[in-house]
């Protein structure tokens, strides 16, 4: 034991006067007298945190018999001013690979540092860190990326609060940078990645089940507003500044395609099949594997709405069973419908490697098997309705539905993007067929048999449109009959199969003649405008109306009137209590006479409103613009209506603009013609010619092949 401990003791004394000897340090741990200061930290050069930031001082005179203080590098005004380490919890710590020691270092050395560092804590070297051991993703010049779905790297960098320390290049700052709306440019490729060897190159292992993503956040290559898909963009080579092609359309950021191609699957790849297939039939294959992996995709955010939301105990414990149905209606007959068509789109993949088509499975499932989305849409007004009840007027709804939406599975999603997933589905359905129509345009067979799925799904989707109109028209008449009060003028019969709600609001009265001088007592009135008459009445409560007055659409008249155009009596402008005045006249009204009103809205933009309705038989008469001319917008996110001059869109739909005022746009709607307002917010505008007018030519063959 004595001999143990002895030798331990000797071997100090020879590491201590070996560490001596090689700094030249005096009995005191000081630096010799007759040696200039030593400023490189103990052969550890490769250490960025270590590197010399300033000259050395000069060195002692002789005179000078005192010892100096070591003044090492994290002690330099450089190293406090710009900060030394980047602390990490190491259970947040990802390592991708094991780091191999640093080079240029001697073993000698290596034993002398960490001896050093048991004597001075300071003196330890600074931990290695690389952007590999971030499980993150990095843009350009080291910019997070969007779509980040690692909450370990986010809380990490959280806590990395050093006050004043600031990254330069090579470091990462530990405040997050605000990200922009348009990501950058793509990384340029490599020219050797052709048409050819594209699909090997880029071969997947595994099956495109093994990582199904959420339908909310994928946007099919099949919905590209021009001839192209992004699968042919993405097969030229960008340029070496990585920017993209003057053809290329306007991709939505926060969309991310399906996760594998059809030419990266392993089966495709081992084939051999890619070396003789023709362009165009890659692009069909392409085409029909989309819409297989799309519907694998929704059909796993359906089940996820029907694990958690429906089938939840204690969401349904805050609501009554009539509040539960119509929030989630027949969403068990639309799954049911999904896996169904997702089984026969399987069966038929697996069974070649080369599909030979799937229309007839697109026509078999819209006319016989997809009724279920008829009903779930007719139902959307109720849903709605319900969800805002709920939401507004139930804190334990609340309090449950927040629990459930911060779950994992739900990838932080609202439940509302999972309710209007069947309107999503089934409104994208038909482009994604007519992009299949467009790869079969060589082959007549296949394209009569894609034109007529085109035609069955069509259909179906005015089938949905029709079922909602119809529910929510239906209901608003049989409510408005309750509420409007006709006795003191001749009763009109409100209720008609043909007759619904275009706009209702209130609205000032700033002169009024004849019949109006009834409203003279109260300088509103409240308007209610259907697709045949204007209703004019007095507003009693909330739901109470007494109609003062009405007149056939076809017997208006309506003028914009400029403030400035206004004038006092007594001289003046009116333009200060009359922000945005127009004039209706009333050509025939109820007791067959001519009446005007000078009505004033609060806004711009709800004047516009105001007249675009009141004139829409009026447009319709004038006949469709050149469609050429008009702005086109991409709907980056889904809007919901609120008001009924209000449109419905979903992710990806294009809209032409035919009118824009105040922060809204006015459109109409490419996949079906439907028009109504929307924020300007919720688009972005297509400036690229080719996909404008690619566009055009595709909105007209949808209306000639399917009737819309």
Known sequence: MSQRHSDSSLEDKLLECRFYSELCLDAKGNPASRLPMVRETLGVRDNATFQPDIPGPPPPSSEDTEPRTVILSTQSAAALKMGTEQLIPRSL????????????????????????????????????????????DVGPRGALTRNLRNQSYRAAMKGLGAPGSQGGPGHLSPKLQSLAEESGQPPARCPAKNKRTLGRKRAHKGSFKDDPRFYQEIRERGLNTSQESDDDLLDEPHSPQGTRKAAAPIVVKSYRPPQVTWSQLPEVVESGILDTLPAEERKRQEAIFEILTSEFSYQHSLGILVAEFLQSRELRATMTQTDHHHLFSNILDVLSASQKFFEDLERRHKAQVCVEDISDILEEHAERHFHPYIAYCSNEVYQQRALQKLTSGSAAFREVLRGIEQRPVCGGLPMISFLILPMQRVTRLPLLTDTLCLKTQGHPERYKAASRALKAISKLVRQCNEGAHRMERTEQLYVLHKQLDFSKVKSLPLISASRWLLKRGELFVVEETGLFRKLASRPTCYLFLFNDVLVVTRKKSEESFVVQDYAQVEHLQVQKVEAS???????????????????????????????????????????????????????????????????????????????????????????????????????????????????????????????????VRRMQRLRVETDV
């Not at 640093?102 to 050395?109: I, T, V």
């Not at 300071?122 to 590999?132: E, I, N, Q, T, V």
Request: hydrophobic share 40%; glycine share 6%; proline share 5%.
């Open 93 to 136: 710590a990802v390592s991708s690979k094991a780091k191999a020691p640093a080079r240029h270092q001697s073993f000698g050395a290596a034993v002398l540092s960490k001896e050093a560092a048991r004597r001075d804590p300071r003196l330890a070297p600074a931990p290695s860190f690389s952007l590999d051991d971030m499980d993150m």
């Open 565 to 695: 155009e206004l004038s006092l009596p007594g001289g003046g402008s009116r333009s200060s209590s009359v922000p945005h005045p127009f004039q209706v006249t009333l050509l025939r009204n109820s007791e067959g006479r001519q009446e005007s009103i000078l009505l004033s809205s609060d806004s711009a933009s709800d004047r516009a409103r105001w007249i675009t309705a009141l004139t829409h038989m009026e447009r319709q008469w004038q006949g469709p613009a050149n469609k050429g001319d008009l702005l086109q917008v991409e709907v980056t996110k889904a809007y919901l209506a609120k008001q009924v001059d209000e449109i419905t869109l979903q992710q990806a739909d294009v809209v032409l603009i035919l009118q824009q005022e105040d922060g809204w746009f006015y459109g109409e709607r490419l996949r079906d013609g439907e028009m109504g307002w929307f924020p300007e917010d919720f688009a972005r505008c297509i400036t690229n010619q080719v996909a404008v007018e690619g566009n």
